[in-house]
């Protein structure tokens, strides 16, 4: 998931008349969404609280929170490559547990009241809302988080990854209301019965639904994300791609949900029988395919950022680092001990994430999904790591020292078709100075012969050079750490060169 830095600080001249309305503005958008948010909290905290009474609510509370931790810790653990912002993970959670889960109560009741009332089959009704009317609200307004994310933070929504975390933490948060109400009403019953132990109804609740299968929400809601996913891999030229694959995984979500609802009706065994023949194979795979995502997006680091490195922007250890978690948690560890604590490790952490979203910005340039604001975005992404290198790199470089195994320089630059860097080169492992001369190939984006600044059309055929900047990429003449500032242009320039 995208990291996004603030744009470059340049603002229109007075008499523009670029002034947003008020209704446009970022406070009043936030303020809204977090009005919505808590009313909605609210309201579901007071339905669900009249439903299991005061002690039940406070035992489902108790009780629902267990799998929360584990469950959230597992998608932040695979966001770690390219970690997104905190807010598009608070935003999902507080969706899935207030604004879903109001929706989903208030239209399953009012839905199997109908059904109940034109039918006067009151026990048809609820099995008829719980396989068919559940699945499509439920997972509809969970859906509704991923599409928000989707539209309105774009640029950290930029693969099957994020997909797949927004989704799973949407879900999360919906199963730990819904779980609440559940536990909740089950422990009422216990209460009139008398029953307790292993033999009551809360202890069923409980082993059924977080224990056996914490992972049910989450996984039916990330196949909705992963067709969002594969929608934001997808360029402009396919618009129906982008429409109809978040569209299937969205009606696989509710097939599969509609399937595990209804397994109670499918006989004694019909509950394990799905559970063995459908929800742990499903399972597994998702978990693997999600595995073996965030390995692709580690080894497309490793091939992407080369480029950067005949540049001059980064060092020559930085790619093998930056693709690999070992490497990039030695590096902030060393420099949380040796550099100066928690603001230096955080630095690292920034450093490391900036660089990560460079690498995948190039590889959809390279493959022609890159959009229109391409070429600011990775002047932001550089100045962002400019202004880190000074903790970063000496972090980064101990890392590779340090973790092991560490190719030869030469044997990992060969793999890239780069020349070979013989033992104790400057540009070896460690050192400071990239192996080959600063203009060497140039062009990060399409391996062009021409270097960056005087290229007629760097992607998607524009005609406007990479910032307008008479100097060519990487092709200047100043040693690492001593970059030229040319004259300020407009308030808040940033010398992106090195």
Request: proline residues 9%; glycine residues 10%.
């Amino acid at each position: 998931m995208a990291i996004s830095p603030p744009y470059p600080s340049y603002s229109p001249g007075p008499g523009s008349g670029t002034h947003p309305h008020w209704w446009q503005r970022r406070w009043v958008r936030y303020g809204a969404l977090i009005t919505l948010l808590a009313l909605s909290g609210l309201v579901i905290l007071a339905l669900v609280r009249r439903q299991t009474g005061t002690t039940g609510f406070l035992v489902g509370l108790g009780l629902a929170v267990l799998p929360v931790p584990w469950l959230l810790a597992a998608f932040r653990w695979l966001d770690r490559v390219e970690p997104g912002p905190w807010r598009n993970l608070v935003f999902a959670f507080a969706w899935g547990a207030c604004a879903a889960a109001l929706i989903a109560i208030v239209a399953n009741s009012f839905a199997t009241k109908w059904i109940a009332t034109s039918t006067a089959d009151p026990a048809g009704a609820d099995t008829l809302g719980a396989t068919l009317i559940a699945p499509v609200v439920e997972e509809s307004a969970k859906a509704a988080a991923v599409l928000l994310v989707f539209l309105f933070r774009r640029r950290d929504f930029t693969g099957i990854v994020d997909g797949v975390v927004i989704a799973g933490v949407t879900a999360t948060g919906f199963a730990f209301t819904e779980n609440i109400l559940y536990l909740g009403t089950a422990f009422g019953t216990d209460q009139l019965s008398g029953g307790h132990g292993i033999a009551s109804v809360t202890a069923a609740t409980f082993f059924v639904r977080v224990v056996m299968s914490p992972f049910a929400h989450p996984l039916f809601t990330v196949l909705t994300g992963i067709g969002f996913g594969v929608a934001a891999l997808s360029t402009e030229r396919q618009p129906a791609r982008r429409v109809l694959v978040p569209l299937g995984g969205l009606l696989l979500a509710m097939s599969m949900h509609a399937l595990w609802n209804g397994s109670a009706t499918f006989g004694q065994f019909g509950f394990l029988a799905v559970y063995a023949a459908f929800m742990v194979p499903a399972f597994g795979l998702l978990t693997w395919l999600a595995v073996w995502t965030r390995q692709r997006e580690l080894r497309t680091v490793r091939e992407e950022l080369p480029a950067y490195v005949f540049a001059g922007w980064l060092g020559p250890a930085e790619p093998f680092v930056l693709g690999s978690m070992r490497a990039r948690r030695a590096a902030r560890d060393h420099a949380r001990r040796h550099l100066g604590g928690r603001p230096a490790a955080r630095a690292v952490a920034q450093y490391e994430a900036y660089a990560t979203s460079l690498a995948f910005l190039r590889h959809r340039g390279r493959r022609g999904r890159a959009g229109a604001d391409s070429a600011a975005r990775e002047r932001e992404l550089l100045a962002e790591l400019w202004r880190r290198r000074e903790v970063a790199r000496p972090a980064l470089e101990h890392a590779a020292r340090t973790v092991a195994p560490v190719p030869a320089a030469s044997a990992y630059w060969a793999r890239y078709g780069c020349p070979a860097v013989p033992a104790g080169h400057p540009g070896a492992y460690g050192q400071g100075h990239p192996a080959v001369p600063y203009g060497y190939p140039p062009a990060p984006y399409g391996n062009q012969a021409v270097p960056y600044g005087n290229q007629t059309a760097p992607y998607g055929n524009q005609t406007v050079p990479y910032g307008n900047q008479a100097v060519p990429y990487g092709n200047q003449a100043v040693p690492y750490g001593n970059p030229p500032v040319p004259p300020a242009r407009y308030p808040g320039y940033h010398p992106y060169r090195p």
